[in-house]
């Protein structure tokens, strides 16, 4: 099958304001996508919108918090007012949960499951008809490389990842011979704000976690610019599954050739991280 064209097309993009999402915004935008662009983070979007100015594409912004159930019913009817119609939908926007489980509190898991996972499914379910009267349409959910392993002390987030994963495979089953494809994106270790943004155990020290945000943040070293690139390419490539890094590539291998034991093998591999 044919490369999907980006020029003129209409991209729905959350999480939009920074990281990941800013950059895919700026990768669609170089290739005369139009887009409608959503965050919590109004300053952030506003910062975006500058980014991915042109007089070739049309680019809207709106203040979305993907864990309101009625906002997000609410956003195909916002956005086709200013859109024809929408032939992508990126859902980037997502939050970070460090702790061991008996430490994370319900609240704290139900936030993040709300945002991560529901906030896909919502998304999803709400545009799905505008992509369904596309002639051609990609559906692409950002998981994680925690989508593919699932480390301790990452319960929560693994769990909605491994949520999204499951989710976006099903789907595409589902969909399959449709004008939509899916996408599920597993990035590595990309260097955005999530691990500083991250919530922590309510009985977690300052200095422990400022430590964890440490050994977090050395993980993360590509450039967001490198990733959203690497994720538009596959999205006019039509994969259906992108990993983005080498670091995600390697242990996507070691976790397909050892499902069970692939933690022991990554620890001797890396002990300290």
């Given at each position: 099958m044919a490369d999907m064209?980006?020029?003129?097309?209409?991209?729905?993009?959350?999480?939009?304001?920074?990281?990941?999402?800013?950059?895919i915004a700026i990768s669609l935008a170089r290739r005369g996508?139009?887009?409608?662009?959503?965050?919590?983070?109004?300053?952030?979007?506003?910062?975006?919108?500058?980014?991915?100015?042109?007089?070739?594409?049309?680019v809207t912004r709106h203040k979305l918090d993907v864990a309101d159930h009625a906002a997000v019913a609410a956003f195909p009817q916002t956005v086709t007012s200013g859109h024809p119609g929408v032939d992508v939908l990126v859902n980037n926007a997502g939050v970070a949960l460090g702790g061991y489980f008996k430490?994370?509190?319900?609240?704290?898991?139900?936030?993040?499951f709300n945002i991560n996972f529901w906030g896909v499914v919502r998304m999803t379910r709400a545009f799905l008809p505008l992509l369904q009267a596309a002639d051609d349409a990609?559906?692409?959910n950002v998981s994680s490389l925690y989508g593919i392993i699932a480390p301790p002390g990452q319960t929560a987030y693994s769990a909605s990842k491994f949520a999204v994963r499951g989710f976006s495979e099903a789907l595409r089953r589902e969909l399959k011979g449709s004008k939509v494809g899916v996408t599920v994106v597993h990035p590595g270790g990309v260097a955005t704000s999530i691990a500083n943004n991250a919530r922590s155990p309510t009985n977690a020290t300052p200095e422990q976690i400022a430590a964890a945000q440490a050994r977090a943040n050395k993980l993360l070293t590509m450039p967001p610019a490198k990733?959203?690139?690497?994720?538009?390419?596959?999205?006019?490539?039509r994969k259906p599954r992108v990993l983005v890094g080498s670091?995600?590539?390697?242990?996507?291998?070691?976790?397909?050739?050892?499902?069970?034991?692939?933690?022991?093998?990554?620890?001797?591999?890396?002990?300290r991280s």
């Open positions: 064209r980006l020029e003129n097309r209409t991209a729905v993009v959350t999480g939009a304001a920074s990281g990941i999402g800013r950059a996508c139009h887009l409608a662009l959503a965050d919590v983070n109004e300053l952030g979007l506003a910062e975006t919108a500058d980014l991915t100015a042109s007089n070739h594409i049309r430490d994370v509190s319900e609240d704290n898991f139900e936030w993040l990609r559906l692409v990733a959203g690139e690497i994720i538009v390419k596959g999205i006019e490539r670091d995600a590539k390697l242990i996507a291998l070691i976790e397909r050739l050892m499902p069970v034991s692939y933690w022991d093998v990554l620890m001797k591999l890396a002990p």
